[in-house]
């Protein structure tokens, strides 16, 4: 059969959904830098593996500090994806690799940045030692922590509120209301899933692949669900 006669493949697409913090500069730039290694100090976790929108809509382009602020950034270990607010000529930015932005993102309110040295802010437990161990949080989880265990599954006793995330290398199981966010099968494990005794989460996703609350059916608002991967697409069904 030649290749003009040869049936073309079908070319296959798929959606994925993705929440990003969008971090805003201010003048003066060395102080607000400080500002950041304050909260990075007493939120280590934070911006940890979270892709970042970089808003220079509050700087102008002679900004003192401006052509040193994107490497450092990339040293404390913020994930850039996209650069907005700005204008790639600006002379400050020449040396900048900027990468490529994305449009048609929908604002999602302001992320409130944990203040884990709080006194009235309770610590997250430390991971398990042993492997593929799971991690039990015995109470509820509030908004603004930052829950990890990238080595084995992480179990809420309790609820996870507005603006909590959950992160886990196996699956994630809430005893409780998942308002927050949920992460499954970050190392990979296309078999994790996500549980809920009431399903009412930010977003959901597992090994990349993601789901915002808008995406979740209606029907399983507030119901005990568990979301998992079925032939690459993300999907939350009924537990009952």
Excluded: C
């Excluded at 994305?102 to 203040?115: I, K, N, S, W, Y």
Aim: proline share 8%; glycine share 14%; hydrophobic share 40%.
């Amino acid at each position: 059969m030649s290749d003009e006669t040869r049936p073309l493949p079908r070319i296959r697409a798929r959606g994925r959904s993705f929440l990003a913090l969008v971090l805003s500069p201010e003048a003066e730039l060395d102080d607000w830098l400080r500002g950041l290694d304050a909260q990075i100090a007493r939120s280590p976790s934070f911006f940890v593996g979270k892709p970042i929108i970089l808003d220079l809509g509050l700087l102008a382009g002679d900004a003192e500090g401006l052509a040193g602020l994107y490497p450092a950034l990339l040293e404390r270990g913020v994930r850039i994806i996209g650069i907005e607010g700005a204008d790639p000529d600006w002379p400050a930015l020449a040396g900048w690799d900027w990468p490529m932005g994305f449009e048609g993102g929908r604002a999602a309110g302001t992320v409130e940045l944990p203040d884990e040295d709080a006194g009235d802010t309770p610590q997250p437990p430390a991971p398990p030692s042993g492997p593929s161990s799971a991690l039990i949080v015995e109470g509820p989880v509030r908004s603004g922590q930052a829950i990890q265990n990238p080595d084995g599954d992480v179990v809420v006793i309790g609820s996870v509120g507005s603006g909590a995330e959950i992160s886990a290398g196996g699956s994630v199981h809430v005893y409780g209301i998942l308002r927050g966010r949920a992460i499954a099968g970050m190392g990979g494990q296309t078999g994790a899933r996500i549980f809920a005794a009431g399903m009412k989460a930010e977003l959901l996703a597992i090994d990349g692949y993601y789901m915002i609350a808008e995406e979740i059916d209606p029907a399983l608002h507030g119901r005990s669900a568990q979301a998992m991967l079925e032939d690459d697409t993300l999907v939350v069904r009924p537990l009952n």
